[in-house]
């Protein structure tokens, strides 16, 4: 019923930019609480940045200066801007969705399939 779609995502090179958006549907995107997170290869899925349906961010100090999460309520889209890629950004980066609030843990009900960042060295 709920259906998250990722887009943006790309391959850069090393102090590039892009800016991934995360398209819903399928439930009241305005009262759902919205996280990005990311996993690359043989790690952990971690969390990057969540906000709140009034637009209360939270997100992990690797982002500061870089990145920058935001949502466009009327047209049920999360964007997750990213300036100054380090080849350590490189990894899947999945956008989530639930109805009550998970923060930067990866607990969350509503999941899409991902987009690829790839930041060349």
């Known amino acids: 019923e709920v259906q998250l779609v990722e887009s943006g995502g790309g391959s850069v090179q090393s102090g590039g930019s892009l800016r991934l958006s995360c398209a819903a549907s399928?439930?009241?995107?305005?009262?759902?609480?919205m996280a990005w997170f990311r996993q690359a290869p043989g790690k952990e899925r971690e969390g990057v940045a969540a906000?709140?349906?009034?637009?209360?961010?939270v997100d992990k100090s690797f982002v500061k200066g870089r990145f920058i999460i935001s949502r466009d309520n009327g047209k049920s889209t999360l964007y997750l801007q990213m300036n100054s890629l380090k080849p350590e950004d490189t990894a899947m980066y999945y956008c989530?969705?639930?109805?009550?609030?998970?923060?930067?843990?990866?607990?969350?009900?509503?999941w899409g399939q991902g987009t690829q960042v790839t930041v060349a060295s």
């Open positions: 989530a969705a639930d109805s009550v609030w998970w923060g930067l843990v990866p607990r969350y009900k509503y």
């Open positions: 399928g439930y009241t995107y305005s009262n759902y609480y």
């Open positions: 906000i709140t349906p009034d637009g209360i961010i």
